[in-house]
Nanobody, 126 residues
Framework: QVQLVESGGGLVQPGGSLRLSCAAS????????IGWFRQAPGKEREGVSC????????YYTDSVKGRFTISRDTAKNMVWLQMNSLKPEDTAIYYC???????????????????WGQGTQVTVSS
């Protein structure tokens, strides 16, 4: 059974950092790439980042470039999203999802992902 579980969200002040975790089970990261998405209240879910099955290719949407870093550990079947210099506009529910292929690149489309976690809330506020 494929399952993805996010954790690590919370309330942080502007300029702060959070590290989101995505625990994958039922499949291995060696064969699937992973995407991170977020959805703010009243907005559509948007792609934030992805990492390829080989681990050699990553992608970041423009609004998070230079601030967010995606990484993974295939032995632990874990993916992380390190978020630094957080801004109020980063406030959203963050989801990790399994991509249907081994690749990673723009655009990150919802229908390219077949399994989703339940999400973790990130709130950036003073």
């Amino acid at each position: 059974q494929v399952q993805l579980v996010e954790s690590g969200g919370g309330l942080v002040q502007p300029g702060g950092s959070l590290r989101l975790s995505c625990a994958a089970s039922g499949f291995t990261l060696d064969y699937n790439s992973i995407g991170w998405f977020r959805q703010a209240p009243g907005k559509e879910r948007e792609g934030v980042s992805c990492i390829s099955a080989s681990g050699t290719t990553t992608y970041y949407t423009d609004s998070v470039k230079g601030r967010f870093t995606i990484s993974r550990d295939t032995a632990k079947n874990m993916v992380w999203l390190q978020m630094n210099s957080l801004k109020p506009e980063d406030t959203a529910i963050y989801y990790c999802a399994r991509r249907l292929n081994r690749l990673c690149g723009p655009p990150l489309q919802l229908n390219e992902h077949d399994n989703w976690g339940q999400g973790t809330q990130v709130t950036v506020s003073s």
